[in-house]
């Protein structure tokens, strides 16, 4: 491809010299199938945008820390390729906008921060601690060794990189931010470097340098928040490049929506205003897996799996009124293909898929990486970076009840003595302590990670069972601790199962298709746990709602017999997966 150039202006981004404005949408790679990344992409293009913003989650590409020292592993494969991604923006002849972080909050697991770099209590976060300057460098590195040669003026697609994000909201080390902006120059940036905060006077001068290019997010009163955007940065072109058209939910909340037409209105001003704008989100996708994060403002709440976030696109990547309502106002500022509208129809139902107990997780998932702890180790310790952890201590305190007390859970506990059911400790419920029916047996506790903080003060903080642990006052010792290996479960579960045990247990259900579709998994009947389509960890769920599905994306699925696997931590009321026409995400409140 042929290189351009993509300048600040005095008042306009300047594409090869001439004025030109962004009109772009968030799709964050991570959050979509890979196979339906081009899918979407081409519906950004149909409603009229011209670039396609994403995100890059340092913890989904290096999970582990570096062995003995050393830099930590970064995987840029399958549905981490970022490179392809790109080159799927470009080959649609769109330009992209990629924002590293290395924080990037986006409602994901822990801000995208990795959880390894805070093993050692003494890294500072978002500063120049050293540590964490070396680890981001590392990262920054690994990430511009892929978007350096896609950079408009070498060819590719990618207009403009952002240092940092809303640094202003958390901090004001301008000395950080230069260390970061150095680095991005000293790894080959040359597109314009960029910051975003929400425009308010304090956060704007905090989280900014006078040569990089400040932007908003907001999601209303648009014409305010550009004034005092413009009143912060005299000149250079104005751009909201975290336009809120939606918002996300949490577990045992409502599922938040905002009208298409008050919607349309504010972007309506953005691009009268003569601003640029990058819609969030153009189309939210999933948290597949463990991915989802949370928020603690005094009650610890998880996000959901589904990251639809009204979007135009839902979460099944099909246009809804907002994206046709926006495309109309994208029409009277710029040109926008021809598309006639379609109604659309329901996602295939297969018939119900009886569903057959596999076995305990206790057996089909072992423990791995077990170690033994005098005193009560957290999940992070323990380097169990995510997912679900194992504790196990014998007691010698009598054959009375007692009352076994942890400093916190952090964030699901399911307690079991002698392999039987005692209770369930939540951490929203600030739930600390159990009474045991006797002081002596063999103590089982399954914790579950349900979601690392990702906007706050509490982000980075470890997970697990939070010392001390105490009966009457005295010290619980001699715990051991291992990971619960589900990367293999689906395989795993397959295999004849040893016995029936007690706890979390494993259920399985083939479902037959006619040939591979997107589908709405209902968990309706379920209670909370995992589920997998073949080997696709589609993620969460949770009978507190809202969210009543799961999405299955159709390269997941396959012509003929498909394996559904779920892990329940708690009760299976359903006796057939069932599969319903449209995803159903809950109760709404705009």
Known sequence: MTARTFEIGERDFLLDG????????????????????????????????????????????????????GPARFDAEGRLDLARFLREVQAEGMHAIVRPGPYICAEFDGGGLPAWLFRDPEVGIRSLEPRFLAAVSDYLRSVMEIVAPLQIDRGGPVILLQVENEYGAYGSDHDYLRALTDLFRECGATVPLTTVDQPMPEMLAAGNL????????????????????????????????????????????HHHTTDPADSARELDALLAAGASVNIYMLHG??????????????????????????????????PTEKFWAFREVISRYAPVPELARESVGPLPVPGPAPLRYAGSLDDLAPEIGAADWHELPTMDAAGIWRGLARYRVTLDHGDDPVVLRFGEVRDRAWVRLDGLPVATLARELHEDAVTLPRGEGVLDILVEDEGRVNYGERIGEPKGLIGPATIGGAPVTGWRVSRVPLEDLPAVAALPSPGVGLGAGVWRATVDLD?????????????????WFGEFFLGRYWRKGPQQTLFVPAPATRAGSNVLTIVEFESMASEAAAFVPDLRLGHTEH
């Open 18 to 69: 001439a004025p030109h404005r962004v009109i772009s949408g968030a799709l964050h790679y991570f959050r979509v199938h890979p196979d339906q990344w081009r899918e979407r992409i081409r519906w950004g293009r149909m409603m009229g945008l011209n670039t396609i913003e994403t995100y890059v989650a340092w913890n989904e590409h290096s999970p582990e820390a570096g062995v003995e020292g």
């Open 210 to 253: 006078p040569d990089l290019h400040a932007t908003g997010s907001f999601g209303s009163r648009a014409t305010e928040r550009l004034a005092a955007l413009r009143a912060q940065q005299p000149t250079g072109p104005l751009m909201c490049s975290e336009f809120w058209c939606g918002w996300f939910d949490h577990w045992g909340a």
């Open 285 to 318: 996708g999933t948290n597949f897996g463990l991915t989802n994060g949370a928020n603690d403002k005094g009650v610890y709440q998880p996000t959901v799996t589904s990251y639809d976030y009204d979007a135009p696109l839902d979460e099944a990547g099909r």
């Open 515 to 531: 040939a591979p579709a997107d589908l709405a998994l209902s968990t309706e009947g379920f209670g909370k746990g995992l589920a």
